[in-house]
C-alpha cells in the first residue's frame, strides 16, 4: 500500500483542551498542559506514525483578543498554521458552550476554504444535553459535518475523531523518523517542561508574565548526568518574591516537580539549576521574545 500523510492543525480558543488532544492522540507528552489560559506559546508539533502512514498535528497558541506583543504572536501563529494543511481540527469547549468568539474563529477558518472538523471537547464534565447544545451551535454556524463529541481527558470520542481526520491522508511520505513524536528540540522541550511546573504550582499568584530560558544543558563525562541551567524571567520584582518564596521553597518546589520530567526526558539523572530573573514589559519586548524563542 502506497504510503500516506497529512498535516492537521488545531485550532480554538485558550483552554479548549487543544494540547491535551495531541498528547493523546500521539500517545506521548509532546505539548505542556496547566489550567491556565495561553499555556500554548508556540506552534507544536505532534507526530502519530502508523504501518503506512503519519499524520503531523500541529497545536497552535488560543485565539484571543491580545493585549501585547507576545499575544499578537501568539493569535498570528494559531492562524498562519491553519494555512499549508490538510485539515483543520476546531476545538470548542462544552462545559463554556459555543460563545461569540467561538464562532468568529470558526468563521474565519470556513472561509479560509481548508476542510475544518470540529470537536466539542470536555463532555465528561459538561454532560451530555449542554455538549449537544453546544455542537448544534457549531452546526448551525455552517459546519458541514457534525461535530464530534469528545473527552480528551478520559478519551471518549477520540477513536471516532481520529478516524474522521484519517480521511484526509495522501500519498506522501514518512516526513519524520518512525521513533520521532515531536521536532521540538530538547532545550525546548526542556524550557516548556519548567514553565508548566510553574504555572501550575503558582497558580493565580503569578500572571501569565512568566518565561523560561534554558541556558545550558551538559552531558557529564564521568557520570550519567546532566546538567541543566534554566532562568525563569517575570515581570515584576514582587513576582519574582514570589517565584523564589519563602527561603528558596517554592522555587526548590518547581525545580523538583521538573527534574521529574526531565529525567525521564533526558533517559537519566538531571541535576537541575534554577534562576529568577526580572524583565519588565518582557511580553512587550522584541528583544526578549526572540531570547525565549518566540519569533
Not at 218 to 227: A, G, T
Request: glycine share 8%.
Amino acid at each position: 500500500m502506497e504510503h500516506q500523510s497529512a498535516f492537521i492543525a488545531i485550532v480554538g480558543r485558550p483552554n479548549v483542551g487543544k494540547s491535551t488532544i495531541m498528547n493523546r492522540i500521539v500517545g506521548a507528552k509532546v505539548a505542556i498542559v496547566s489550567k491556565k489560559p495561553q499555556t500554548t506559546r508556540n506552534k507544536i508539533v505532534g507526530v502519530l506514525t502508523g504501518q503506512d502512514y503519519q499524520m503531523v498535528f500541529l497545536d497552535t497558541p488560543g485565539v484571543h483578543t491580545p493585549r501585547n506583543r507576545l499575544g499578537e504572536y501568539m493569535v498570528k501563529t494559531a492562524f498562519d498554521s491553519a494555512r499549508d494543511v490538510e485539515a483543520i481540527l476546531f476545538m470548542c469547549d462544552a462545559q463554556r458552550g459555543a460563545e461569540q468568539e467561538d464562532m468568529d474563529i470558526l468563521e474565519k477558518l470556513l472561509k479560509g476554504g481548508l476542510p475544518v472538523v470540529a470537536a466539542v471537547n470536555k463532555t465528561d464534565a459538561a454532560g451530555k444535553q449542554k455538549s449537544v447544545d453546544t455542537a448544534q451551535k457549531l452546526i448551525d454556524a455552517g459546519l458541514e459535518c457534525a461535530p464530534y463529541l469528545i473527552s480528551a481527558k478520559t478519551g471518549e470520542g477520540v477513536d471516532e475523531l481520529l478516524a474522521a481526520l484519517k480521511q484526509f491522508l495522501n500519498p506522501g511520505p514518512r516526513y519524520y523518523p518512525d521513533d520521532e513524536y515531536t521536532d521540538q528540540p530538547e532545550r525546548v522541550i526542556a524550557a516548556e517542561m519548567i514553565r508548566e511546573k510553574a504555572l501550575r504550582l503558582l497558580m493565580e499568584e503569578v500572571p501569565h508574565g512568566v518565561g523560561v530560558s534554558v541556558d545550558s544543558v551538559k552531558h557529564r563525562e564521568d557520570k550519567d548526568i546532566v546538567d541543566v541551567s534554566a532562568t525563569i524571567i517575570c515581570e515584576r520584582a514582587t513576582h519574582k518574591g514570589i517565584i523564589i518564596g519563602h527561603g528558596g521553597k517554592m522555587l526548590k518546589r518547581i525545580g523538583t516537580e521538573a527534574r521529574k520530567d526531565l529525567e525521564m526526558l533526558f533517559g537519566t539523572k538531571v541535576y537541575l539549576e534554577l534562576w529568577v530573573k526580572v524583565e519588565e514589559g518582557w511580553r512587550d519586548s522584541v528583544r526578549v521574545m526572540r531570547e525565549l524563542g518566540y519569533e
